[in-house]
């Protein structure tokens, strides 16, 4: 399948389980769940879709674990959504680089107060 068109249909999957999750999953053991990125294999059987949870690592575990529970009720609500012969299986993958961004921030911030010491 054309590069450009899996790109295509991966940031309308990220679009899609973004506002899905936001909308329609009432489960409250769900964080602030951001969904980063997605990305479709060629055969579209499989769409890998990036998740960033803000918390403690309790609050990640528990949020990643509820959305592989709902992964079935996400791909159906997918099939609603997309105009796709076949919707691909979800898998969910936890992206920390938005937790190591923020890390690295901190670092850089403590060598710049402690070098104007």
């Known amino acids: 399948m054309e590069r450009?068109?899996?790109?295509?249909?991966?940031?309308?999957?990220?679009?899609?389980?973004?506002?899905?999750?936001?909308?329609?999953?009432?489960?409250?053991?769900?964080?602030?769940?951001?969904?980063?990125?997605?990305?479709?294999?060629?055969?579209?059987?499989?769409?890998?879709?990036?998740?960033?949870?803000?918390?403690?690592?309790?609050?990640?575990?528990?949020?990643y674990e509820c959305l592989v529970g709902a992964a079935r009720f996400i791909r159906t609500e997918l099939g609603r959504r997309l105009r796709i012969k076949r919707v691909p299986e979800i898998r969910f993958l936890y992206d920390d680089s938005t937790a190591r961004g923020a890390r690295i921030e901190s670092i850089l911030r403590h060598l710049k107060?402690?070098?104007?010491e």
């Open 4 to 63: 450009r068109r899996l790109s295509r249909l991966g940031d309308q999957i990220q679009e899609e389980v973004s506002d899905i999750i936001r909308r329609r999953l009432k489960d409250p053991r769900v964080g602030f769940v951001s969904v980063t990125g997605a990305r479709v294999t060629a055969d579209l059987s499989l769409a890998y879709v990036y998740i960033s949870v803000m918390g403690s690592e309790e609050d990640i575990t528990r949020s």
């Open 113 to 116: 107060e402690s070098s104007d």
